[in-house]
């Protein structure tokens, strides 16, 4: 409360305190689109200048905001321009403005009457600038992106608003992204219905993920970074092999954190209070921006999250025993040398501990508890550190990005027979540790309208340890340690071959080395040696753009993930058995339209197939020890469309629906039983409603958004007796902010209907198979928060 107490105090104090002289140098603006008077209180503040906007006349004029550095009187020319306003700076950096004075028309006779003069009309806004699809690699407008990308940009105070959420609040904004559920950092994300399993294990993600232009991981669950000072967040849906190599067969999700504004000091903050059924919940972050001289500056990122437990066990009389707590930071440097050469360097840190497991083991039963003979703790710590050189050559640019990142994840599972009362506990403790490094040039030519070439190299390291026993006496049975290799060339480019049509092909050229060593409680287990593999992955589309904002597209693309070795049993049953690798190639028709301008209605429609050989998968034997195994190969089919429409200028909806099925057409013996017709975690069909209100009352800006969301039948696993039904359920949201200048107040409520339903059928995978496992939707939250921006 301290916290909060200090925000709402602190922040009006602090805008008084900002009324400093101005200085004649640049200054960084973002001034956010509104009315006038609005637009030039938040001026004022950033200038350190006095400016009276008492004339009522200019809350009748909208502007389109001001972004960017310029001076006092340069930015004050772009922000009153097409008003009918100018301006003088007087002594003390007071401005005084006025209307500019009309011309007059010379008239024969004098005119009997003067008219009575109008107000000058609202100048149209300028159209917005066009979004930019990073994730190309060749900064790539969407409207020229020959397959499915999604973009959505935060603004500073969203994204403080939203940044507790973390990785929920990328499935709520994006529903072509699926999720398990074990609970936050423990993740696997799935995208376009490819999806291996339900199950933690040795594979490598189907879903690349980064930060900037650091990869976050490899062989690693989804480590649920909060999405405190993100600017904005790209989704390219795969297999997206050419770019981004193996581990990217769903598709990519690159998130783009704020960079640090030279000469500018600024500092903003949030904290909330919330209510998950009768317990608290609380929040808080603080972003600093600090100037070091002219052509350096540093910004911070330091926050942390409670989120309160909600289930009881019985068996132990212990209530809310799935406590979650996350706390980290961000620390990035920036460095400009001149013009065209910068640098960037800096250092990623998340906490995440979850005191016990977040699943109910009643079937049929809305009742939010269970039964376990010992506690289920998960921890995942996550440490990044990367450097990325930035140079602009001219006829070309350059980008070199070299990343570090530890991340040890410790798993607890109580694995106590049924007809036992003494805990067994089965502990997994597993240390990843990877370095990626990835050097490209890009541009555009008189024969190609973008290109881009790069080397590429990523060395993970994966050591795991099990233990199994006694709560207080479990003994290691197995260490794995594997090492991989993956380097490769790339590269891609678009050639106009007509007006309106242009030719995208591209390709990467890869080469893996993998090293496994396995140990057991009777000694070492022999390992085959390891083989290298080379692959080629190609990709080729053909786009034709018939009018402006539209554009049909047809892409063919292929995806890798090399095979490798495991361990399977445990003592002087434990042996060493290979999977093979496996590969998506897909071959995806689509169109969009409304993506340039200031379009009142904006979509796309998309339909992909996917063939996956020798699908690999994380499963678990029947006592409920990991396993990894090529269960077959899958046929996908995929269909997704979204459409927007702004009827108003502060009026904005969204629909966005999904459709998929994904059949085993060819399956392997390691199953048995009747095979389920979808591959695992991944709903038949979904949809989501969504709108928003923006309106300004005053010098105000409110925010009113809300969103329903359907999540269809999914299966846990895709054989017995891992096929228990999940999904089918609803999830509604509601939200409303107040955005004063300088700080603001919001109020949230998510799971709005207090929905029980079952999202995830899986907590501990040692008594899954008994099919009582059910995890629900987080009951009702409320959230109060206030954030301050200075």
């Known amino acids: 409360m301290s916290g909060i107490r200090w925000l709402a105090v602190g922040a009006p104090l602090m805008c008084a305190v900002a009324a400093c002289p101005a200085t004649a140098q640049d200054i960084s603006f973002d001034v956010p689109a509104g009315p006038l008077n609005a637009a030039l209180i938040s001026f004022a503040t950033r200038a350190n200048v006095s400016i009276d906007t008492s004339d009522l006349a200019l809350r009748s004029i909208r502007v389109a905001g001001l972004r960017g550095r310029y001076s006092v009187r340069q930015g004050l020319r772009q922000l009153l321009r097409g008003t009918g306003y100018d301006f003088r700076i007087g002594r003390g950096n007071v401005v005084r403005l006025f209307r500019r004075p009309t011309r007059r028309i010379e008239q024969a006779q004098p005119r009997p009457a003067t008219p009575k003069p109008t107000p000058l009309p609202a100048p149209p806004l300028p159209p917005p600038p066009p979004i930019i699809v990073t994730a190309s690699k060749q900064d790539v407008r969407q409207a020229d992106f020959p397959g499915t990308s999604r ?186 040398f001149n013009e065209r050469f910068s640098i960037y360097a800096g250092l990623v840190s998340q906490d995440t501990a979850s005191e016990d497991g977040q699943y109910t083991d009643y079937p049929g039963s809305s009742e939010l508890t269970r039964s376990s003979l010992a506690a289920q703790p998960f921890d995942n710590d996550y440490r990044l550190a990367f450097a990325t050189l930035r140079a602009d050559l001219g006829t070309a640019n350059l980008v070199s990005n070299t990343s570090y990142n530890i991340h040890p994840i410790v798993t607890v599972f109580d694995a106590s027979p049924p007809d036992t009362q003494v805990p067994i506990v089965f502990e997994e403790d597993v240390q990843v540790k990877l370095l990626t490094h990835e050097t490209r040039i890009s541009g555009s030519a008189d024969l190609l309208s973008s290109w881009v070439s790069g080397v590429s190299l990523a060395f993970n390291i994966n050591d795991t340890n099990r233990f199994l026993g006694p709560e207080n006496a479990r003994v290691m049975i197995s260490n794995i340690q594997s090492e991989t290799l993956d380097v490769a060339l790339f590269g891609e480019a678009t050639l106009p071959i007509l ?93 969009r339209f409304g993506t340039s301008g200031r ?133 509604t949201a509601l939200g409303i902010h107040a955005d004063f200048e300088c700080w603001g107040l919001s109020l949230s409520i998510d799971n709005v209907l207090d929905s029980r339903a079952n999202r995830f059928s899986l907590g501990n995978p040692f008594s899954v198979a008994e099919g009582n496992q059910r995890t629900p939707l987080r009951p009702r939250t409320v959230t109060i928060g206030i954030d301050a921006r200075f």
């Open 499 to 591: 007006r309106d049509i242009s030719l995208t092909a591209g390709g990467r050229l890869s080469h893996f080395t993998r090293f496994d060593e396995f140990t057991v409680t009777s000694g070492d287990a022999p390992a085959e040696p390891s083989r290298p593999e080379i692959r080629f992955l190609p990709t080729v589309a053909i786009s034709w753009k018939p009018l402006e904002g539209g554009i049909a597209y047809v892409r063919y693309q292929q995806g890798y993930r090399p095979g490798a070795q495991q361990l399977t049993g445990t003592g002087d049953q434990a042996k060493v058995t290979s999977f093979e690798p496996d590969a998506v190639s897909t071959a995806e028709i689509g169109m």
């Open 151 to 336: 973009v959505v940009t935060f603004d500073e105070s969203r994204s403080l608003y939203l940044g507790r959420s973390g990785s929920e609040a990328l499935l709520r904004e994006f529903p072509n992204l699926t999720s398990t559920n074990l609970g936050s950092g423990r993740n696997k994300i799935f995208i376009r219905g490819i999806a291996d399993s339900s199950f933690n294990g040795q594979l490598q993600s189907t879903v690349s993920q980064y930060l900037g232009e650091s990869r976050l991981t490899y062989s690693a669950p989804d480590p649920d970074l909060a999405l405190y000072d993100i600017d904005r967040v790209e989704i390219v849906e795969g297999p997206q092999g050419t770019l981004y190599g193996a581990g990217s067969l769903g598709g990519v999700i690159r998130m783009v954190p704020r960079a640090p504004t030279l000469g500018e000091f600024s500092f903003s903050g949030t904290a909330s209070l919330g209510v998950t059924g009768n317990r608290l919940a609380n929040d808080s972050a603080v972003v600093a921006n600090v100037p070091i001289g002219d052509r350096a500056a540093l910004r911070m990122l330091g926050y942390r999250i409670l989120r309160p437990g909600y289930i009881d066990d019985v068996q132990r009389n212990l209530s809310d025993i799935n406590r979650t707590s996350v706390s980290g930071g961000r620390a990035t440097f920036r460095m400009e």
């Open 599 to 731: 379009s009142l209605l904006s979509g796309g429609l998309s339909y992909s197939y996917s063939k996956w050989s020798r699908v690999q998968a994380d499963l678990v034997s029947s006592e409920g020890f990991p396993v990894v195994a090529n269960v077959g190969s899958a046929r996908i089919h995929y269909v997704a469309a979204h459409l927007a429409w702004n009827p108003a200028q502060d009026v904005s909806l969204g629909f966005a629906s999904f459709y998929t099925t994904g059949e085993l057409d060819r399956q392997t013996n390691v199953l048995e039983g009747e095979i389920e017709a979808n591959l695992p975690n991944v709903a038949d069909r979904g949809w989501r409603f969504s709108g928003r209100y923006e309106p300004w009352i005053g010098d105000t800006k409110i925010t009113l958004d809300g969103s329903v969301e359907y999540i269809g039948t999914s299966f846990l696993g895709i054989s017995a007796p891992f096929d228990i039904p999940q999904g089918n359920y609803i999830d």
